[in-house]
């Protein structure tokens, strides 16, 4: 099992800032793939970012080049800095860990931080 944990989630006004944390504890070896996802009222959830263990991102189209992922592996924390946040930007956003153990996969979520961004 891998136990996730969050923080830096908010209030801020449009154009403003925030940074995400997410540490991972428990069975954490074998981590593929960290990530942040966004889920906003009414909506089904979507990738904002992801992260592989050779430090390869992808963005969704959506928060490229104002949002960055970034990952300490020695900490097992990846972080996701947001800048030029919009209001649309508004959601629960999710970390999510992903890995592969003896050909199967494994997704593991924590519980959510809210990002409110005001116009």
């Known amino acids: 099992q891998v136990q996730l944990v969050e923080s830096g989630g908010g209030l801020v006004q449009a154009g403003g800032s925030l940074r995400l944390s997410c540490a991972a504890s428990?069975?954490?070896?074998?981590?593929?793939?960290m990530g942040w996802y966004r889920q906003a009222p009414g909506k089904q959830r979507e990738l904002v970012a992801t992260?592989?263990?050779?430090?390869?991102?992808n963005y969704a189209d959506s928060v490229k080049g104002r949002f960055t992922i970034s990952r300490d592996n020695a900490k097992n924390t990846v972080y996701l800095q947001m800048n030029s946040l919009k209001p649309e930007d508004t959601a629960v956003y999710y970390c999510n860990v992903y890995r592969v153990v003896f050909g199967l996969d494994y997704d593991y979520w924590g519980q959510g931080t809210q990002v409110t961004v005001s116009s």
């Open positions: 428990g069975s954490i070896n074998r981590i593929n793939k």
């Open positions: 992260i592989t263990s050779d430090g390869s991102t």
